[in-house]
């Protein structure tokens, strides 16, 4: 299998990544037609989210494998990532920030506005990811972004909750609980990888064993085993 290159990953910039106003506008169209499969007067307002949302991931796609081919062209000796693990990541909205850090704000909603869309309402229409809260999440959140300001090359590992923070409401005077359905309508940015699996264990017991020698081993008997996706 011949080894993919820089150019291989480039390859597509004009069919997917041109950045003025008129290519945004078609790719935003291309992904509301290929990608919702929708007819543009039957269209939604979450069909319009999420063709923005795929049209500027196609962008964040192209820095992302431009990065990685960066990376593996480095020798063992000079090759090194930072690995920020944390159990919440408070990001907040996805798209509005991503338009700011991309520099596709003015592109975007030229295209959009063009195309006879209001961008704060489909800025509006995006649910704010459920993967953190509080002090912690959003500190984990400001070193990654700080990191890739810096142009630093780093991996946030975390868990995707599928509820995460959970909502609340006023019945009849009293507080009630529900769960945080953030993944209702999908989620545009993330890349399911299920061919990377991994066994995550829970609970369970240790035990004490000791060898010929006499040398102490301690085995972990988890009461619970579930497969992570990456």
Same mark, same amino acid.
């Given at each position: 299998?011949?080894?993919? +290159?820089?150019?291989?990953?480039?390859?597509?910039?004009?069919?997917? +990544?041109?950045?003025?106003?008129?290519?945004?506008?078609?790719?935003?169209?291309?992904?509301?037609?290929?990608?919702?499969?929708?007819?543009?007067?039957?269209?939604?307002?979450?069909? &319009?989210?999420?063709?923005?949302?795929? +049209?500027?991931?196609?962008?964040?796609?192209?820095?992302?494998?431009?990065?990685?081919?960066?990376?593996?062209?480095?020798?063992?000796?000079?090759?090194?990532?930072?690995?920020?693990?944390?159990?919440?990541?408070?990001?907040?909205?996805?798209?509005?920030?991503?338009?700011?850090?991309?520099?596709?704000?003015?592109?975007?909603?030229?295209?959009?506005?063009?195309?006879?869309?209001?961008?704060?309402?489909?800025?509006?229409?995006?649910?704010?990811?459920?993967?953190?809260?509080?002090?912690?999440?959003?500190?984990?959140?400001?070193?990654?972004?700080?990191?890739?300001?810096?142009?630093?090359?780093?991996?946030?590992?975390?868990?995707?909750?599928?509820?995460?923070?959970?909502?609340?409401?006023?019945?009849?005077? &009293?507080?009630?609980?529900?769960?945080?359905? &953030?993944?209702?309508?999908?989620?545009?940015?993330?890349?399911?990888?299920?061919?990377?699996?991994?066994?995550?264990?829970?609970?369970?017991?240790?035990?004490?064993?000791?060898?010929?020698?006499?040398?102490?081993?301690?085995? &972990?008997?988890?009461?619970?085993?579930?497969?992570?996706?990456?």
């Amino acid at each position: 299998m011949a080894r993919a +290159t820089k150019r291989s990953c480039n390859s597509h910039d004009t069919a997917r +990544t041109g950045q003025s106003s008129a290519e945004m506008q078609q790719a935003i169209l291309n992904h509301l037609h290929y990608t919702q499969a929708k007819p543009l007067p039957f269209a939604t307002r979450n069909d &319009w989210y999420m063709a923005v949302a795929h +049209t500027v991931r196609d962008q964040i796609v192209k820095n992302w494998l431009t990065s990685f081919y960066d990376l593996i062209s480095l020798s063992k000796e000079k090759l090194k990532v930072v690995s920020y693990m944390s159990s919440e990541f408070l990001l907040g909205p996805h798209l509005g920030n991503n338009l700011v850090n991309m520099d596709l704000e003015a592109p975007v909603r030229a295209a959009l506005e063009t195309l006879g869309q209001n961008p704060e309402d489909i800025l509006k229409q995006e649910v704010e990811p459920g993967l953190g809260n509080g002090g912690l999440g959003r500190l984990a959140a400001c070193y990654l972004e700080s990191l890739a300001t810096l142009r630093v090359p780093a991996v946030g590992y975390g868990i995707r909750y599928e509820f995460g923070i959970f909502d609340q409401e006023i019945r009849n005077g &009293w507080q009630v609980e529900k769960a945080d359905n &953030w993944l209702k309508f999908g989620n545009p940015w993330e890349v399911r990888r299920p061919d990377l699996a991994f066994e995550v264990k829970f609970g369970g017991h240790t035990e004490f064993d000791r060898d010929s020698a006499g040398r102490l081993s301690v085995r &972990w008997i988890p009461d619970k085993v579930i497969m992570g996706v990456a």
